[in-house]
């Protein structure tokens, strides 16, 4: 095959480019399609099939709705907690001060929220949730379109953009990131999935929405493309990457099949049983039972489970019930998850519990960043920018998330740093920032990996590697981790690299060529996977979703601080928490119970 | 043939190669439980990885996998297999009626240009108050059945008079569309909208065929939805009939 270098490729140049067209994405690209300035959204599938569309919930804001006096500042104060007080507090403040705005916003767009009677939008109650900083029980503060409103998110924005004339680059996959000479990002290497066209997409301004990479576990609620693609970029251009041993999952995700089934269902009503009938929350969380954090409630089903107390012939799930709250409260406020019952799990939730299981579901940790989207590397022990490179929502770790995500603040992630990271380019580059042009030697030195796998004829096959790498993930790194079992599992890992950097592309064509894609992706989960692996067996407590069965206690002392992955030396440090919030005194660590 | 092998014959076309498009015909163990058409599309591409299709979410939401399976448009992801097949065949064709990239991948430019057309987005241009809209709650039931819809198109091409003028007639898709912003309380370009649908394609090629409703895999009813604008087109007329009677 040809091999591309600087001069036989062409470049497209733009003021902006932002990787990935999902709900952080396409809140960006808006907030930039309004100022004038030449942005494209460059998306692997067509925006309205980002991953944001398999949101069900809702988003999580203190809008006063379904209770007038609610406060930002309490949902600031669960989010604190939520995350096991490794999340930067001044970014939680600003995530729920400035969230209220950016749902407003949203509304004004044509977002069909459902309502209450009163004509405001519907709030329901999740996991985590409370009034009067924990002290005035449980609070209704998740912002609902019926169990769609990722779908419903989605739509509005890609609907926004066609208004406001936004530039896509639909179904273009972007390879590597060119980086100049002062180490300072100046746009990506991408290619037409369709016709197979490569080209450098330079920017000013390169924003990394690209969402998570839950790909990396054999089970797990994410879409197909959730890759990390974004992320493996930055770490294969030496940017480091924060918080990496955090992930989440989701104690409902469809057994078998791994899809998602929201929390909300245990908002309106629903709840957990074992083999004996047995609503075993009651025990883990006297308080707040079935909605407590994510984190416990996903390892006390499977303590249940280790116990023998699973349902099913082996024992091996958890029942969801919803029958007792009756079909017309099913029908209306979760149409989407009877759908998805009845088609994965053959179950009808008006008549039967729903096998459930905990299910890989989202990233905590990301590329790190501060308030507007700037990702930073780390010299000398302080924060460095990184000219030209940002990141915002699920591929970001502004970090609003620690240890553990409250459901529901995903979506408002999305929303207030998109929006955020839009402004704030937009000032900058109106008052003069930018970046530095890269030479001919840094494009072809992006174009490599596209090259070697272009020309490879032998090697290992994508999918078996992609298998391989899952299993270890699902059995080495999983709700529970142990440190002689990590250590097992990095050493697999090791002999995976090898195989990940001698993958054999068959199929050389150009017209929509999946396997290429496919190819690269597992590159880039190997690379998220590798991260997550390191920083795992880095930190010996447990803290939110991050449970060691070796270290059983969280350890202030040592640990109430970020991972720091820096992927040249494939080594952890340490990076203060941001306790500085500007409105309201921070909020110290405390025992997490619920 | 072993009733524990499927015959599954494929539509293929890479545009580098093959001069024409042909069926290949693949033979596959069959699974021991009933999986969805797309697992089936993933063991196939493990044997031969040159096989194209678009795929997501996986699980109906995000409509990347609309195909036409044994003869019907649906998405791959929740077709389970033992629901389309026939003799142990399933036959898997691109979406109809739109240009081929590759295999199963059609280029779907026409369809969102249509969906483009209806200006699919809230149009209000009064001032905006510091919370919400306020919306009754039987105000926002009137979008239910509308704003579910995920663009897979697999409504507009199996329409065949969609087929026939898809640059013309908007096809259901978009006209499901059209009628969620009619409907929307908060819109106020209702008559901007009618009039820009009030030609003789863009809604009267509905001939009320209802392939639309048969295959729509969350259930929509564009027919329906095209019947209320039509109503509405009509009252509109009424209107214009009325105030030139009273210039009589």
Redesign the interface.
């Known amino acids: 095959m040809t091999n591309y270098n600087s001069s036989n490729i062409k470049t497209l140049e733009f003021d902006a480019l932002i990787i990935g067209g999902g709900g952080s994405g396409m809140r960006a690209s808006l907030e930039l399609a309004k100022s004038g300035l030449k942005t494209a959204v460059v998306s692997k599938?067509?925006p309205?099939?980002?991953?944001t569309?398999?949101a069900q919930g809702g988003i999580t804001c203190a809008?006063q709705?379904a209770d007038p006096n609610d406060d930002w500042r309490w949902h600031m104060y669960d989010t604190v907690k939520g995350a096991d007080y490794i999340g930067d507090q001044d970014a939680i403040e600003y995530l729920c001060s400035e969230g209220p705005k950016a749902?407003?916003e949203l509304?004004?767009?044509?977002l069909?929220?459902?309502?209450?009677?009163?004509?405001?939008?519907y709030q329901r109650p999740f996991g985590g949730q409370s009034k009067d900083y924990g002290k005035g029980g449980q609070a209704a503060r998740t912002c609902a379109?019926a169990d769609?409103t990722g779908?419903?998110l989605l739509?509005t924005l890609y609907?926004?953009n066609?208004?406001e004339g936004t530039n896509f680059l639909n179904e273009w996959f972007a390879v590597d990131i060119v980086k100049n000479d002062q180490n300072e990002v100046t746009g990506v290497i991408a290619f037409s999935i369709?016709y197979g066209e490569v080209a450098y997409l330079k920017a000013q301004s390169t924003v990394m929405a690209t969402g998570g990479a839950g790909r990396i576990y054999a089970s797990t609620t994410n879409?197909?493309?959730n890759t990390g693609d974004g992320l493996a970029m930055a770490l294969r251009a030496g940017y480091p990457a924060q918080d990496m041993e955090m992930w989440q999952f989701h104690p409902t995700g469809i057994y078998g099949?791994g899809?998602l089934v929201t929390e909300g269902c245990r908002g309106e009503g629903g709840y957990l049983i074992n083999k004996d009938g047995e609503r075993f929350m009651e025990r883990y969380a006297p308080n707040v039972k079935d909605l407590a954090g994510r984190d416990v409630v996903a390892r006390s089903m499977v303590l249940e489970i280790l116990e023998g107390r699973g349902c099913g012939e082996n024992n091996d799930h958890i029942y969801l019930k919803l029958d007792h709250l009756g079909a017309d409260v099913l029908n209306a406020k979760l149409p989407?998850i009877c759908?998805?019952s009845r088609?994965?799990a053959h179950v009808d939730p008006i008549y039967e519990p729903i096998p459930v299981v905990p299910t890989c579901h989202y990233m905590m940790g990301g590329t790190p960043t501060n308030i507007n989207g700037q990702a930073f590397n780390r010299i000398d022990g302080t924060d460095s920018i990184v000219p030209g490179l940002f990141a915002a929502g699920e591929a970001a770790c502004v970090s609003v998330h620690g240890a553990n995500r409250l459901g529901g603040n995903s979506l408002l992630d999305l929303v207030v740093f998109g929006r955020a990271t839009g402004m704030f380019i937009q000032e900058d580059l109106k008052s003069g920032g930018g970046v530095k042009s890269a030479d001919k030697d840094d494009i072809d030195n992006a174009l490599d990996r596209l090259n070697t796998l272009n020309n490879s004829d032998s090697g290992y096959?994508?999918?078996e590697v992609k298998k391989e790498l899952q299993q270890c993930m699902q059995n080495y790194f999983g709700v529970f981790r142990r440190g002689e079992y990590m250590k097992k599992g990095l050493d697999e890992l090791q002999e995976i690299r090898e195989k990940v950097d001698l993958l054999h592309l068959?199929?050389k064509?150009?017209?929509?060529?999946?396997?290429r894609v496919e190819a690269i992706e597992l590159q880039n989960l190997f690379e998220v996977a590798e991260a997550t692996a390191i920083a795992a067996y880095s930190r010996d407590e447990s803290r939110g979703a991050h449970a060691r069965d070796d270290f059983p206690d969280r350890d202030d002392e040592r640990w109430l601080c970020h991972s720091l992955y820096d992927p040249l030396s494939k080594t952890v440090s340490k990076r203060d928490v941001n306790f500085n919030p500007s409105e309201v005194e921070a909020f110290p660590p405390i025992v997490r119970t619920y | 043939m072993a009733t524990n092998i499927l015959e599954v014959n494929m539509y293929r076309y890479?545009?580098?190669?093959d001069k024409f498009p042909y069926i290949k015909q693949y033979q596959i163990e069959k699974p021991a439980k009933d999986i969805m058409v797309l697992d089936l599309l993933h063991l196939l591409?493990?044997q031969d990885?040159?096989i194209?299709?678009?795929?997501?979410?996986?699980?109906?939401?995000?409509?990347?996998d609309g195909m036409n399976i044994n003869g019907k448009n649906g998405l791959a992801c929740?077709t389970p297999i033992s629901s389309v097949l026939k003799k142990n065949k399933i036959e898997l064709r691109p979406l109809p009626g739109l240009p081929v990239?590759?295999?199963l991948?059609v280029?779907?430019t026409e369809f969102?240009a249509q969906y483009?057309k209806i200006?699919?987005?809230?149009q209000?241009s009064t001032t905006?108050p510091?919370?919400?809209?306020?919306?009754?709650?039987e105000d926002?039931d009137k979008?239910d059945g509308l704003?579910?819809c995920?663009?897979c198109a697999c409504c507009s091409t199996s329409c065949p008079s969609f087929w026939w003028n898809p640059d013309k007639f908007l096809g259901p898709a978009a006209l499901l569309q059209a009628y969620r912003?009619l409907a929307?309380t908060?819109?106020l370009k209702t008559n901007e909208r009618l009039e820009d649908l009030s030609d003789p394609f863009s809604v009267y090629r509905c001939h009320g065929i209802m392939n639309c409703v048969s295959v729509c895999p969350k259930g929509l009813n564009p027919n329906k939805a095209i019947g209320e604008i039509k109503t509405m087109l009509l009252k509109d007329k009424k209107e214009i009939i009325t105030t030139d009677g009273a210039m009589n």
């Open positions: 599938v067509f309205t099939r980002s991953h569309v398999s809008i709705s749902v407003f509304e004004h767009m044509g069909p929220f459902s309502r209450f009677e009163n004509g405001r939008i379109a769609r779908h419903a739509h609907q926004n066609v208004k369709e879409a197909l493309i099949a899809s989407g759908e998805l088609t994965f096959e994508t999918a068959k199929d064509s150009n017209a929509f060529n999946t396997s | 890479n545009p580098e190669e591409k493990e990885e040159s194209s299709y678009r795929r997501s979410c996986r699980e109906g939401v995000c409509g990347s929740i990239i590759r295999d991948v280029d779907m969102y483009e200006k699919p987005f809230l209000n905006a510091e919370q919400e809209r306020l919306q009754s709650p926002r979008l704003y579910e995920i663009l912003f929307d908060r819109d």
